[in-house]
């Protein structure tokens, strides 16, 4: 039986999609496997972890935004070691919910390495559309005419050295564009479009498993995207971070400044 790691954080207010999550993926997703939860969280308590041994919780303090999802590869990396032990690693945004059956035929990498999702909006798109990241000072820079597919940075994962390998780099990058001052679009999905440019090793599917909630499109629901902002005040979260985040960069360009001044 295959043994699967499932990185997922829920921080904050973000604990109240864990339920449903939970539940649907014990029903839905990879039912011939062994799935492990491993849950970064500051919540005292959360569903099932007192009946369910496969679900691991782990201290996490909430992160401003977009520290919140970009920071994601540095917490999971804490936990190296413990994650080699499985055959499989995905990570799943905490709005997700499985809506019907998910075998391991259809998800699992199969002869390739890493498992990733083309993002709804963008799907028929050319290139010239996708939201990457346009900006040649961040690690996450694609030049305009290359790249294939626009990923979601929702659901994605593979094999277990090669998931690790990605986040390796990409945590190494996101610490290089942090010195330098920059902050890529999309954040983690940025990194990830940027990763996949130029490879061929991994299998991607269809939006179906990366579905945002209210959407119509030809393809069936498999992982529905819940809307944040009916649960949570998502905006606020956001602006908060925001405002932190700016603050950050303008002491960065002061410092710059007073460097240059001290300088001449
Ligand atoms: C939005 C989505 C964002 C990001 C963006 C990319 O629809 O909410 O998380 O993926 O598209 O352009």
Request: glycine fraction near 6%; include cysteine; charged fraction near 30%.
């Amino acid at each position: 039986m295959n043994k699967v790691a499932i990185l997922y954080i829920c921080t904050g207010k973000y604990v109240v999609f864990w339920k449903d999550f939970f539940d649907s993926y014990e029903k839905f997703f990879l039912p011939h496997s062994e799935k492990h939860y491993y849950v970064f969280t500051d919540a005292d308590e959360i569903y099932r972890e007192q009946e369910c041994e496969r679900i691991h919780k782990i201290y996490q303090q909430p992160l401003d935004w977009p520290d919140s999802t970009l920071m994601r590869f540095h917490i999971f990396l804490g936990i190296r070691e413990e994650l080699q032990q499985y055959d499989y690693i995905f990570f799943m945004n905490a709005n997700c919910q499985a809506m019907d059956t998910i075998t391991e035929e259809e998800f699992l990498p199969g002869d390739k390495e890493l498992l990733v999702v083309p993002h709804l909006a963008f799907w028929g798109k050319t290139n010239l559309e996708y939201t990457y990241d346009r900006n040649p000072k961040s690690t996450a820079y694609i030049p305009k005419g290359e790249g294939r597919y626009y990923i979601c940075g929702g659901v994605n994962g593979g094999k277990t050295q090669a998931f690790l390998t990605l986040m390796e780099e990409l945590r190494h990058n996101i610490d290089v564009d942090k010195k330098n001052g920059q902050l890529a679009l999309w954040h983690d999905e940025s990194h990830i479009n940027h990763y996949i440019i130029g490879r061929n090793d991994y299998r991607i599917l269809t939006p179906a498993y990366c579905y945002p909630e209210g959407k119509e499109s030809e393809f069936p629901m498999k992982i529905l995207i819940r809307d944040k902002s009916k649960w949570i005040p998502v905006d606020s979260i956001k602006n908060q971070g925001f405002v932190k985040m700016m603050k950050f960069y303008l002491k960065k360009v002061k410092d710059k400044i007073k460097i240059i001044l001290g300088r001449n």
